[in-house]
Nanobody
Framework: QVRLVESGGGLVQPGGSLRLSCAAS????????MGWYRQAPGKQRELVAS???????NYANSVKGRFTISGDNAKKMVYLQMNSLKPEDTAVYYC?????????WGQGTQVTVSS
């Protein structure tokens, strides 16, 4: 059974930074892609950042220049460095691994940007 666990969320003031981490456990190997999504109250889940293994990264326009995604396929880890956070970044953030047509999700971690 594959399990993804996010960590690093919390409350931060506007302009601050957070680093999210996601660790996968279980029988998942040769991951094809990793990513982060978020869902704010009353809104649909949206892509924040992603990359296919060995390929370039993809960012939502709203986070370009502020967020950086990175990952380690061998360690089954993915990270999201979030800088210059804004109140509109407040959401539950979910990590996502994609392999052979199957998408795996974490349980989410809350990020709240507020003064």
């Amino acid at each position: 059974q594959v399990r993804l666990v996010e960590s690093g969320g919390g409350l931060v003031q506007p302009g601050g930074s957070l680093r999210l981490s996601c660790a996968a456990s279980g029988s998942i190997f040769s991951i094809n892609a990793m990513g982060w999504y978020r869902q704010a109250p009353g809104k649909q889940r949206e892509l924040v950042a992603s990359f296919a293994i060995g390929s370039s990264t993809n960012y939502a326009n709203s986070v370009k220049g502020r967020f950086t995604i990175s990952g380690d396929n061998a360690k089954k880890m993915v990270y999201l460095q979030m800088n210059s956070l804004k109140p509109e970044d407040t959401a539950v953030y979910y990590c996502n691994f994609f392999r052979n047509g199957v998408r795996y999700w974490g349980q989410g971690t809350q990020v709240t940007v507020s003064s």
